[in-house]
Structures are given as C-alpha cells and as structure tokens.
C-alpha cells in the first residue's frame, strides 16, 4: 500500500485539539498540497523518543485529524447582527475585529478605568501566558477564571501548599530528568497515595497517568483516596472511599496519626520546621473516631493506610482538583503538604519534588513579587486597589494574582463597587460547563456592554453573549514554548491555518502592542517575546527548534532534589524554604500576619448531613460532578465523532439499589434537581458508587441540538452547574467551589417534562 503522507514533523501538544495540560512529544504526519494550500495533516501519533510521554498518548489526540478538520470550526473573525441569542453572525475582516475591539475597551478604559474590563480563561491550556500578557498591557487587575467558584482549580493547592514549604510539589515519577526511570539519582516510590484525582484519564496539571502506572510496575504499592472505584482504586492495597469534601478532616486525621504514633521524621522536623507543638495540639481534635464519623473512612483503614505511607519512605502523594473543592481548601491544601513534610518526603528521590520550571523560566508572572519584578512596584499597587476580592480575602492580595470569582460575578450584576463593563473570554466556556450557578453568570455576561470570545467553536457561550469572536488556531497551526516544569519546549507551526484563524499568542500579542505602545519598543515580533523567555536555556525560539524542539536543565533550579540544603528554594539564595520563618511552617507565620487560622482546620460542605440536615432530608443524594470522561475535554469534543461513540451520552451514574427504589431502569432518562433546577441525565447503573452519592460528569451541552435561545445546545436541559452554588467557599478567597457535594434528589421525569427543560432560563 502506498504512504498517504509526504513527511513526519515533530511537535509537542498543548491544546486544541486533545484539550489538555499538555506536554506529549507527538508526530505529525503531513501530505504536502499542490498550489499554495495549507499541508495536509493526515495522521498523528505519539512520540516514542519524547521522554515526557515515550509514546503513549490520549484518544483526543489520536482523533486530531476530526478536530481540525471539523466542518463547524470556526475560521473567520465574526459579529453579532442580531439580538443576543438569535445566532446571527456575521464574518468580518480581522481589521474591523481587532479595530473594534480596541476602540471599546479603550473608551470603557478611558471612560471607567481599566478595571471596568474582566480578562477571563479557562483551564490551563497554552492561556495562561498570552492573557495574563494582553491583560497587564491593557492595564486591567482583574485576570480570572471566571465561572469557576473560588478558583477552584489548582490556585487553592497551590497557594495553601506554599504556605507550608513555600513552593509548589509533585509525586516524582522521574520527571525532571531526560533519562527518567533510568536515571541512578531517583528512587521508585515504595507508595504512592492517590489522592482525589484519576490521572490516567485525564493527565491533570502536567502529570501523565501512565507515570504511575510505570511506577506500579517497578514496585509501588497504591493508596487511594476517592469516594468512586477507579482503574486505580481497583489495584490498591488501600482504597480509603471517602466522603465528598472530606479531605481536610482526613488529612488532619493521618497527621494525629503520625504525630501520637511518632512515625515521623524527626532529623528533618528538628532542622528544618517550626510549630509542631502547636500542630500537635490541633490535630488532637481529629482522632480516628472523630475522622471516621467525619469521613466513612472505618479507623482501622485510616490507621493501616496512614502508617503503609508514613513508615515506608519514599513514598509520594499526587492530589487533584476534588482538593480544591473541598470547603476551605487551602487549609486542606496545607495540612496534606505538612504530610509529606513531616514525613520527610520533601524533596527527596521518590518524595514530593519541588516543581519548578526548566532554567526557573517563568512565561508569566504568577505571584505578586513576580509582577513586582516584570512591572515595577507602582504598576503592583495599582492594579492591588483595584483587583475584585483583595480587600476582602488575603490570599488574593498576596499569594496568586486571580481575582475572587465569586464576588466578581455579583459585582458585574451589581456593579458595586463599581462597574464592569465588558469581558474578554478567550478559552473558556462558562455557560457550558464551567460556571457554578448557570443562571446567575448568564445574567452577568447579559448584563455586559461588550462581551468578546475567543474559541474555535460555535457553544452555548458563544451563543448567548458573544459580541465579537475571533478563531484560534489548533496546535499544529501556531508556534509557542511550554516550560510547565520540565522540559523547555518548542510548539511549532506545521503548516498555515486554516481559513483565517490565528494563534491566541498572535491575537493578544497584536491587541497588547495596541493597548500599550510601549511594548513596541521591545518587541516588533511575538517571537522577540519567546527568545526572551527563552534566554537563561542559552536558546532562542528558532535554536530550540533546530535541537529537536525540548531541552532539559542540567544543573540548577529544576534540578531535583534537597535544595533547601543548597538555597534553590529561596529568592534570596539561602538554604531553606520560601516561607517568612525559612522552614517548613506547621504553624502559618503569612496565616497569623493575615488574620486567618495558623494552623490547618476542618469545614464542613456548606450543604451536608451536619450542617443542613433538613435540607438532606428533602435531598438525600450528594452530587459528585465532574469526573473526567477520557473521550471529552470539559465541554469539547462532544462534536468529534470518533469521541462521542465512545461516549454518546449524558449520563448519571448511581447504585442500581438507589435507582431501583426511585422507578429508575439502567437507561432511563430521569430528573435530577434540588431547590435551584434541575435538569435530566441518562440513568447508568454503578455497583460501585456509594449508596449516598451519584456521580455526574459535568461540560454537557450537545452539538447537535438547536444553538439559538432559548436552547442554546441543551445546556439548560444537560448542565449540571445548574444545581451548583457558586458562593464564597474559603476565608482565604480561593477553593470551596461546592461542585462535588450538591444535595440533590434524583427521580423519574414527567411526561412532557424533559423537553420544557430548555425553557425555564431565568
Ligand atoms: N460541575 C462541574 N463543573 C466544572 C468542573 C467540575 O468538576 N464539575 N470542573 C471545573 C474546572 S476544574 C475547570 S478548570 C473548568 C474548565 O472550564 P473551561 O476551561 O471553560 O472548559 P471548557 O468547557 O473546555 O471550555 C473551553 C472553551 O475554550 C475553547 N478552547 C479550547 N482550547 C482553546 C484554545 O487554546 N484557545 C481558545 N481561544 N479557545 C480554546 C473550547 O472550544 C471551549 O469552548 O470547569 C469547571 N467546571
Ligand atoms: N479527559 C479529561 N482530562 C482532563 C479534564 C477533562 O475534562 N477531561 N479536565 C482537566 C482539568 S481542568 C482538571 S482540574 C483535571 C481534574 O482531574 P483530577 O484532578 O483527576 O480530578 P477529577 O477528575 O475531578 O476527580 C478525580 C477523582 O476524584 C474523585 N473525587 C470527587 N470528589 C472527591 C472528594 O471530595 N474527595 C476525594 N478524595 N476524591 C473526590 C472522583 O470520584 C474522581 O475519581 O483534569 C484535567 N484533565
Ligand atoms: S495525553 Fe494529555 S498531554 Fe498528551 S495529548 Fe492527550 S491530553 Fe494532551
Ligand atoms: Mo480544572
């Protein structure tokens, strides 16, 4: 059979397609075109040879060629000519695109301060850089993920997390050298402790699943921490099925444990931390009693887990975003990083390493001291006057430089403290899957003057809010670099975009230069801006390209392990940790300064059986939204084809006992609701889920169904969010975003009722 394909590129991945957090090596295979046409993509596989992913990779990715193909990707700039909601667009040229949209914002600048402006993505894709870049040269603070309640998705881990060590850490699976498994200087983990995350669906926050199971293979043994059975829990040797948004009460549980039981490292407790006493004392409220009660964890398993990972070093432990939701995460963040702390798993061969990027490269500032740093201290003070929830919450005025997403949407309905104008939304599709409390940021978004997209599909956003949308381009149209920890990498541009759709890089690039033409004098090219980024590797853009497109850092910064021996850790360059005492704090000395709670603390869901109990009486079912399809990024790919047959439906899953009492057959469409909405799901028998929880995956809106209002793809027929509170959920500012603890009921559907379901927007 003769090859379809007249040559193999090598990139690397980080969204669109597969949606992803990204990092694989892939290879592209490409069918030159006669006349001048774009190279054709006929296939694409994964790179055997790339040490991130040596050769696997996602169904998403496998199914690229549907994506950037799709018949329904959008590839023109485009406007609103109708009302909101009526779907008419229409294509204008990227001049009148980007010219109208630098005439509104200015005048909203102009007229009410650039703050009046709310710069929104979504989830970490290659977004972060390019809109924290457009949102300062426009001279906005209010940089969000808006949507998602209390920035619910790493920020809170993060940041709770540096409190403790000062820095941010993943389970060491070998990542941060080129040689991985092979390299003497790591250790296989003796266990490693999963904990609310599935990262073999998902490859979440820069971590591949299939690293774990690497691991598995050379030895470790698993904990894992989840009230669903997953792939993983199911070869555990202890599988704690917990509570929903329980975690913080675990965690303190493990560390009394640890405490009372000595099984501790005490040569690192005694040189490098402070505040155990007081620790110590703490934890004394959380026996195992006290936990199980807390948890459903039975005590002899919290005991046995507790002590397989404690008294077995190294071992690591990898969380996830369920973390984030949890009530007061930061707290919960905090007292999970005191157990590899305690422990004596920081840092170490098969520990909990300290994540950074590679050559400490940063694309964007992060923190306050990284703006200071970029911007200048004036530049800090500003935009801190103005970001929504600095006043109110501490970590948003000094860890993570996001706004609180919760006040922000009361505030674009409220307009108090003052006004918001217009958004700017460039990967994010909030009233498809991301936003808690679906109506109230559709409100919002109505409420705006001026509202633009940035997407590569037509989606219930789009359909409802847009004014202006701009195209974007897919992985293999655009050039860009990844340092997400380790290695530096190229994404390169294979062959011209389709139609005219433009990298998100080159769109905010154009607007930045135009919002501030200082910038001017620094950059003529997006590529200047790389090369700079680039400089402490000892390459530029196009030299990296030319070495196969990855470098990692051979001495330094990202170099594993025990640099709070040698002052990597520390801006100062002493030895130590990044925290105001230079230890490890047990006992938070920012915490103390800021007002808050020192030391990590147990809340309870907002909703749940011991703070609302009348109201579990009227819902007796929690809500788990949210696990991850492997077929489906959030709310993508429901129109890939070679995806959705995997996948086809929205469903529930729930225990055949529960469902049996309500009427309910595997298959049957039913109702689920609380005092907020409802909306259906397709019913999926689960022997494994807890008799009290259901199980619904989130992002649901699909394609195929009418996009006009009031339909807008059945997002308000499928959407879970619905139902989900979106309210402040954490004394700091950041977690508690309630998606994992709904009280809801779950029952058959009315005749009639499942289709006036699209009608009831509000
Ligand atoms: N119920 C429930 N809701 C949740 C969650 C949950 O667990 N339960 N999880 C939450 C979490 S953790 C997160 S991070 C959010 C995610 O929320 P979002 O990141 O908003 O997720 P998506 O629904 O994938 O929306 C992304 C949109 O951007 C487009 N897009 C994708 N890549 C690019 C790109 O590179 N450039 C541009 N311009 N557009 C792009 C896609 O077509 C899509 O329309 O959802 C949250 N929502
Ligand atoms: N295929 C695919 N991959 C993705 C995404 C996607 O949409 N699709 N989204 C990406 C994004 S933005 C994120 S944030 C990550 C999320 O990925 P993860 O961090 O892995 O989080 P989830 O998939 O929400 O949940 C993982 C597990 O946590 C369990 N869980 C739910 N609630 C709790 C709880 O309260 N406590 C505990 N201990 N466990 C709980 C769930 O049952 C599930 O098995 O995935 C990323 N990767
Ligand atoms: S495996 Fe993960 S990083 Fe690799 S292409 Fe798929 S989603 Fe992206
Ligand atoms: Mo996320």
């Known amino acids: 059979m003769s090859k379809n ?41 994964a790179d055997p040879c790339h ?175 989840d009230p669903r059975a997953t792939w993983f829990s199911s070869r555990a040797e202890h599988f704690l099925q917990t509570r929903p948004g329980s975690d913080g009460a675990l965690a ?26 007081e620790l110590r004392e703490r934890c004394r409220e959380y026996s195992p009693e006290v936990v199980e009660r807390l948890t459903w964890v039975p005590k002899e398993v919290l005991y046995e887990a507790t002590k397989a990972y404690a008294t077995n070093s190294p071992s690591a432990i990898h969380w996830g975003m369920p973390i984030d939701m949890n009530p007061e995460a930061t707290t919960v963040a905090q007292a999970i990083a005191m157990l590899w702390c305690i422990t004596g798993n920081f840092d170490v061969p098969g520990g909990n390493v300290a994540a950074r990027g590679a050559f400490g490269i940063a694309m964007w500032p992060i923190n306050q001291s990284q703006v200071l740093d970029t911007y200048g201290a004036e530049f800090l003070e500003k935009i801190n006057d103005k970001r929504i929830g600095a006043k109110e919450f501490p970590y948003v005025a000094n860890t993570r430089l996001y706004i609180q997403p919760d006040l922000a949407v009361e505030q674009m309905l409220t307009g108090k403290p003052y006004k918001i104008r217009g958004t700017y939304i460039q990967t994010s599709n909030l009233l498809g899957g991301n936003a808690a409390d679906l109506n109230k940021h559709y409100n ?155 030391l990590p603390f147990y809340r309870e869901p907002p909703e749940s059986e011991n703070v609302t109990p009348e109201l579990m009486k009227k819902y007796p079912l929690v809500m788990v939204t949210g696990r991850r399809s492997p077929v489906y990024f959030h709310s993508e790919h429901r129109n890939i084809d070679w995806l959705r047959e995997v996948d086809p439906f929205p469903i529930v899953e729930i225990n055949p006992k529960i469902a049996k009492e309500r009427g309910l057959k595997d298959g049957d469409w039913c109702i689920i609701e609380n005092d907020r909405g409802k909306f259906t799901r397709k019913v999926m028998y689960n022997i494994s889920m807890n008799a009290k929880c259901v199980s619904v995956p989130h992002g649901w809106w699909p394609p195929e169904e009418e996009g006009k209002a009031p339909h807008y793809f059945g997002a308000w027929k499928y959407n879970c969010n619905k139902l989900v509170l979106s309210q402040v959920g954490s004394s700091s500012g950041y977690g508690g975003g309630a998606y994992k603890t709904v009280p809801v009921n779950v029952r058959r559907a009315e005749p009639g009722e499942i289709e006036r379901l699209g009608e009831e927007i509000r």
């Open 444 to 598: 919002a978004l109505r409420n705006m003057e001026f509202n633009v997209l940035v997407d590569l599909f037509h989606n219930p956003t789009t359909m409802a809010v847009a004014d202006i949308i701009l195209p974007a381009a897919c992985f293999t149209e655009r050039n860009s670099i990844r340092v997400w920890h380790t290695p530096a990498q190229v994404i390169r541009k294979l062959h011209e975009p389709l139609g005219e759709a433009r990298n998100d890089w080159e769109i905010n690039f154009e607007l930045a230069l135009r919002f501030d033409p200082k910038l001017r004098e620094k950059y003529t090219k997006l590529e200047d801006f790389f090369d700079e980024k680039l400089k402490p590797s000892g390459h530029t853009f196009e030299s990296l390209k030319a070495i196969g497109g990855w470098i990692f850092e051979k001495e330094g910064v990202s170099v594993p392990y025990k640099r709070y021996e040698t002052g990597l850790l520390r801006p100062d360059g002493k030895p130590g940790f990044a925290t105001p005492s230079g230890k490890v704090e047990f006992y938070s000395l920012n915490h103390e300064a800021w007002g808050l709670d020192p």
């Open 5 to 45: 394909y007249d040559r193999i590129e090598n990139t690397t991945v980080w969204s669109p397609g597969p949606g992803c957090h990204g990092g694989c090596g892939v290879r592209v295979f490409l069918k030159d075109m006669p006349d001048g046409q774009p190279a054709k993509v006929v296939k694409i596989e």
């Open 252 to 277: 303190l549980g493990m560390l009394h444990l640890i405490i009372e039981n000595e099984w501790y490292d005490k040569d690192f407790i005694d040189k490098w931390t402070q505040g155990l006493p």
């Open 51 to 225: 040490p991130w992913n040596q050769g696997r990779t996602c169904s998403r990715l496998l199914a690229y060629t549907r994506y950037l193909y799709h018949p329904d990707r959008l590839l023109y700039p485009m406007k609103r000519v109708g009302e909101r909601g009526e779907g008419k667009f229409e294509r204008i040229s990227w001049d009148e695109a980007l010219d109208t949209i630098e005439s509104k914002f200015k005048q909203f600048r102009e007229e009410s301060g650039a703050e009046s402006v709310i710069f929104v993505q979504g989830t970490g894709r290659d977004i972060n850089a390019p809109l924290t870049f457009l949102t300062y040269a426009y001279g906005s603070p209010n940089l969000s993920q808006l949507g998602l309640s209390g920035q619910s998705c790493y920020t809170p881990r993060i940041t709770g997390a540096c409190m403790v060590d000062g820095t941010l850490t993943v389970a060491d699976c070998s990542q941060f050298f080129e040689k991985r498994y092979e390299d003497p200087r790591w250790e296989v983990p003796k266990y490693i402790v999963v904990w609310a995350t599935n990262p073999g669906v998902g490859c979440p926050d820069g971590f591949q699943g299939h690293w774990v199971v690497d691991c598995m293979k050379r030895g470790s043994k698993l904990i894992v921490i």
